[in-house]
């Protein structure tokens, strides 16, 4: 069984600074690995997926993930954050070769202070 | 393409009535979820259906059941509502590939919202 955990259920930020979600997953197989976002009121999008390959993967609207192994994590970033940027961040387990099943983290509330 | 749509949008409902959620997806998908989403848990899975015809169990699926009788389709059905099941619902689909890592991200709908009173 997979299980994820981020660790900041809110994190606030001034615009234009830097913002690391911190993620880490438990499991005893091979995962993929992903963060959706959710903007209020609304589904949730993908922004980011890692699969296989380069351990840093990069997604849309600047946001990029570090994939570590050893550690079992899977650090969202982003150098400089916009207001835009609002939203509540999910971090995503699947087991590789499962029935498709995600496992979700408890979710970040990213909040940007102007 | 209008992707995966959920109805109603919004509900409120007395402890003890029943209703159906219904998701609809366009894109061929041939798995879909349900999941319900509440503050500082997440997503949870209800249950979720790997095709026609075919639905299995999710982390919390007691006070529901779903069918699955056309591939576009995904029913969650509340047979009697209780205030624990207020909650906003999601459902998504995908459509995994062996062999295509890439085939395993999931697709939302814009979700339910449900109160029971």
């Known amino acids: 069984a997979q299980s994820v955990t981020q660790l900041d259920s809110q994190v606030p930020v001034f615009e234009e600074a830097p913002v690391e979600l911190r993620c880490n997953y438990s499991s005893s197989v091979s995962v993929y690995l992903f963060w959706y976002v959710q903007y209020p009121n609304q589904g949730l999008q993908l922004l980011l997926k890692y699969l296989s390959g380069s351990t840093l993967v990069k997604g849309i609207n600047g946001f990029e993930a570090e994939f570590n192994k050893s550690q079992t994590s899977f650090h969202l970033r982003k150098p400089s954050v916009h207001i835009s940027d609002t939203a509540e961040y999910f971090c995503a387990v699947t087991q590789v070769g499962g029935a498709s099943k995600i496992i979700f983290g408890s979710g970040t509330r990213l909040s940007i202070r102007p | 393409n209008a992707g995966v749509t959920q109805t109603p949008k919004f509900r409120v409902l007395k402890t003890g009535q029943s209703m159906t959620l219904l998701c609809a997806q366009d894109?061929?998908?041939?798995?879909m979820y349900w999941y319900r989403q509440d503050p500082g848990m997440g997503l949870r899975l209800i249950h979720y259906s790997v095709g026609e015809g075919t639905t299995a169990k999710g982390e919390v699926p007691d006070g529901y059941n779903v069918s699955r009788l056309k591939k576009q389709n995904f029913l969650l059905g509340l047979e009697s509502a209780a205030p624990s099941q207020t909650s906003v619902y999601f459902c998504?689909?995908?459509?995994?590939?062996?062999?295509?890592?890439?085939?395993?991200?999931?697709?939302f709908g814009p979700g339910t919202r449900l109160t029971v009173t």
């Open positions: 998504a689909s995908t459509i995994p590939r062996r062999g295509d890592a890439s085939s395993y991200e999931q697709y």
């Open positions: 894109m061929n998908h041939e798995y």
